[in-house]
T-cell receptor, first 116, second 113 residues
Framework: NAGVMQNPRHLVRRRGQEARLRCSPMKGHSHVYWYRQLPEEGLKFMVYLQKENIIDESGMPKERFSAEFPKEGPSILRIQQVVRGDSAAYFC??????????????FGPGTRLTVT | GESVGLHLPTLSVQEGDNSIINCAYSNSASDYFIWYKQESGKGPQFIIDIRSNMDKRQGQRVTVLLNKTVKHLSLQIAATQPGDSAVYFCAEILQGGSEKLVFGKGMKLTVNP
């Protein structure tokens, strides 16, 4: 049973380019979450999606960032016109939704974005 | 803003010792708490969770304690092993909120052989 998959694992972009990060949730999971982690810091929530719907985007920067989770295919986190401050590790997590007790989210290995 | 934080940024223990990692939270509306372990270059890995209507929960070699009076959470690791070396995060979910996790800053545990 494959876990959460993310690609690419490492991504280098020049300032002004676009970055596209992909996340395939665990089989049977319809909830996807994106988090960002700066070096030596904890993870910060960005966005929570279910199939074709954005449920909570309170952690998303107002500009340049967007996310989608289409009916078919992986979830995509898109960063337009990247700046050096976007350099971070981006983690995707998935869950089957609230189980009656647990909100456990299963994390992928992350995409390390470096903006030069 | 962040409502979850950790008291100790680093902890070094000897193999076989018990480890205690502490976490303070500020939001009394938090309903669910979870501990994750993150090894270098990897994503967070679930350790154990606890609901706000519980004081204690045990897993394999790990115990989570919740003190709602002082808004304090702790993770106890028994007989710490070198493989336990990692950064540990506590996180919370607010009651009635979305399912987003609010993470603390993290604490690095180093186990010396």
């Amino acid at each position: 049973n494959a876990g959460v998959m993310q690609n690419p694992r490492h991504l280098v972009r020049r300032r002004g380019q676009e970055a596209r990060l992909r996340c395939s949730p665990m089989k049977g999971h319809s909830h996807v979450y994106w988090y960002r982690q700066l070096p030596e810091e904890g993870l910060k929530f960005m966005v929570y999606l279910q199939k074709e719907n954005i449920i909570d985007e309170s952690g998303m920067p107002k500009e340049r960032f967007s996310a989608e989770f289409p009916k078919e295919g992986p979830s995509i986190l898109r960063i337009q016109q990247v700046v050096r401050g976007d350099s971070a590790a981006y983690f995707c997590a998935s869950s089957p939704g609230y189980s009656g007790y647990s909100y456990e989210q299963y994390f992928g290995p992350g995409t390390r974005l470096t903006v030069t | 803003g962040e409502s979850v934080g950790l008291h100790l940024p680093t902890l070094s223990v000897q193999e076989g010792d018990n480890s205690i990692i502490n976490c303070a939270y500020s939001n009394s509306a938090s309903d669910y708490f979870i501990w994750y372990k993150q090894e270098s270059g990897k994503g967070p890995q679930f350790i154990i969770d606890i609901r706000s209507n519980m004081d204690k929960r045990q897993g394999q070699r790990v115990t989570v304690l919740l003190n709602k009076t002082v808004k304090h959470l702790s993770l106890q690791i028994a007989a710490t092993q070198p493989g336990d070396s990692a950064v540990y995060f506590c996180a919370e979910i607010l009651q009635g909120g979305s399912e987003k996790l609010v993470f603390g800053k993290g604490m690095k545990l180093t186990v010396n052989p």
